[in-house]
């Protein structure tokens, strides 16, 4: 079965510094991708970053960069230059190739500190 | 561009009333999900709709859940009758035409309280 573990439910960070959220997965498909969710208070989920199973290189959004590490199952969330405005939310989630369920961690709470 | 369009943002109704939640999804979007996300978790996808077809409702509860997509462009969730354990965040995302991206727009989401 197919299965996300995100093990910060919080973490604090100062202004401008660059921070890690955590996100391990668990499958056996050969064919996925990991994705990235930041959720504000709003209650939107804004998309921020994909990596494809098969993608060689890292992924990179603007300040948003996903390090893959596949055999050890990682696509660990960095953001650099955190700004208080990144203080939200974050779901990391997987999707078998073929297939559009999402499978959604339970999330990490980050929180900006000026 | 507009993104994902949800109504009302927040309701609150006593058990055993109904409810309902309308989405709009993006312009040209086939794929609308509805989702249900409940506090400390992730969403977790209540049904799947191609066009006007109801592709994956198998997580949907049927006995009180219902939804529908006339015209294959607006979408409505309704509860009835509403029970306390439904209290929750319902999300409706959109999608383009399947590809291997295949990334989900979600709209604001309606807060549901039920008393």
């Known amino acids: 079965a197919q299965k996300i573990t995100q093990t910060q439910p919080g973490m604090f960070v100062q202004e401008k510094e660059a921070v890690t959220l955590d996100c391990t997965y668990d499958t056996s498909d050969q064919s996925y991708g990991l994705f990235w969710y930041k959720q504000p208070s709003s209650g939107e989920m804004i998309f921020l970053i994909y990596?494809?199973?098969?993608?060689?290189q890292n992924a990179t959004e603007g300040r948003y960069s996903l390090n893959f590490q596949k055999a050890r199952k990682s696509a660990n969330l960095v953001i650099s230059a955190s700004q208080l405005g990144d203080s939200a939310m974050y779901f990391c989630a997987m999707r078998r190739s073929g297939t559009y369920k999402y499978i959604f961690g339970t999330g990490t709470r980050l929180k900006v500190l000026a | 561009e507009a993104g994902v369009v949800q109504s009302p943002r927040y309701k609150i109704i006593e058990k055993k009333q109904p409810v309902a939640f309308w989405c709009n999804p993006i312009s040209g979007h086939n794929t609308l999900y509805w989702y249900r996300q409940n506090l400390g978790q992730g969403p977790e996808l209540l049904i799947r709709y191609e066009n006007e077809e109801a592709v994956d409702d198998s997580q949907l509860p049927k006995d009180r859940f219902s939804a529908e997509r006339l015209k294959g462009v607006d979408s409505t969730l309704k509860i009835q009758p509403a029970e306390l354990g439904d209290s929750a965040v319902y999300l409706c995302?959109?999608?383009?035409?399947?590809?291997?991206?295949?990334?989900?727009?979600f709209g604001p989401g309606t807060r549901l309280t039920v008393l």
């Open positions: 990596q494809g199973s098969y993608d060689e």
């Open positions: 995302a959109s999608s383009e035409p399947p590809s291997i991206r295949d990334t989900q727009y």
